[in-house]
């Protein structure tokens, strides 16, 4: 008997203009409402994110990417509502590799104040950041440059843009740089087809308003940096327990490296990353997370220590430099390069104190030096200061 309740209970759930209480009871002849209520639509649960291990949180920590569903730091910074679209064709397939620019802008409300009855809320201190976005063809490598303000003027973006073109491996190349029209970004690439033209030929082109295809590559080139800046901006944050805003030194930063993830370590349609088209070969630098405090082997230079002094110092992770795998270690007295770093235990890496005394940025790594060249770490810059 209950297995005919089964199969004329299975018949009456395609019959919606009868209840399945009554199809049941006019076929077996028998109306039993407690097993009735034992049947019921097989629930669909929202996906179940994985429980991952201790040794792939700590790996995935290093470079979010690709974003993990059950790490909290990039469904806040970039979590998708929908599949993104692959884009595609026209831009993969020129032959002259173009380098396309384009400016965005990282907000932030500093204070929501609710206002007294009667009158709209407020928000006071509205803080932005301009950031120039590159993205070139020829290995669909990203770079983000935090400027104080749009244009051509900032003579240090457009040489750190000529020579990471350099470093992506169009030295050589007539490359086109292109960006939207009635663009402010026009002004930089005109600056750096200057800059190029004596040895390079580079053409400026923009691109029309309704190639969307053309403009869809730099505006998703934008959205993913957008979203891994915001989600190491989250985790940086839950490590220092101290909210980062858009002034704290670090963002200049914070900035450059979550550019440099993206074109380390996202795996293109091609099957490899910018990093592997750029290089001929994987990358081998090793990573800490951002903003974290290593120790620094201090490199051999006319200032190396003595033979009773510390060889080894401690410094902040800001990232590592594309051309040459060295790392950028930040300092209360500038950011410097050192070739050599270890991590510390897991308990002694965060110090928010470190991160607000940062100096130095991508524009001027170390106050009072013209170059925008991080400068090869020594101690006399420490020992200038101190006495200075
Ligand atoms: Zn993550």
Known sequence: MPAARTDDSASAQGEPANGPDDARATSTGESDEHDAEEEAERPRGLRDPGTPSAAEIAEHNLTHIPSRPWCSHCVRGKSKDKKSLRLC?????NDVPRCRLDYCYLTENVEHVTADLGQEDATTADTSLTVLVMQESACRS???????????TEAWVVDQICEDLDTVGLRNDRIIVKNDQENSANDVAREVA???ASDYGTAVENSNVGDSNSNGTIERSIQDFEGQARTLRSALEERIAVPVRLNSPVIPWLVRHAACLITRCRIRPSGRT???LMKGRRSNALLAEFGEVVHFKIPKTQHMP??????WSEGLWLGFNMRSAEHFIGTDVGVFRVSTV???PEDARWSAERIASLQGCPKQPVPGQASRRSPAY????????QEG
């Open 194 to 196: 200057r800059c190029r």
């Open 342 to 344: 270890k991590r510390k």
């Open 378 to 385: 020594s101690r006399s810059f420490a020992t200038r200061y």
């Open 142 to 152: 990203v770079w983000a440059y935090a400027v104080e303000k749009k244009g051509g």
């Open 306 to 311: 003595g033979k009773f002094e510390d060889v």
């Open 89 to 93: 064709g026209v831009y993969a397939n």
């Open 274 to 276: 910018s990093y592997e």
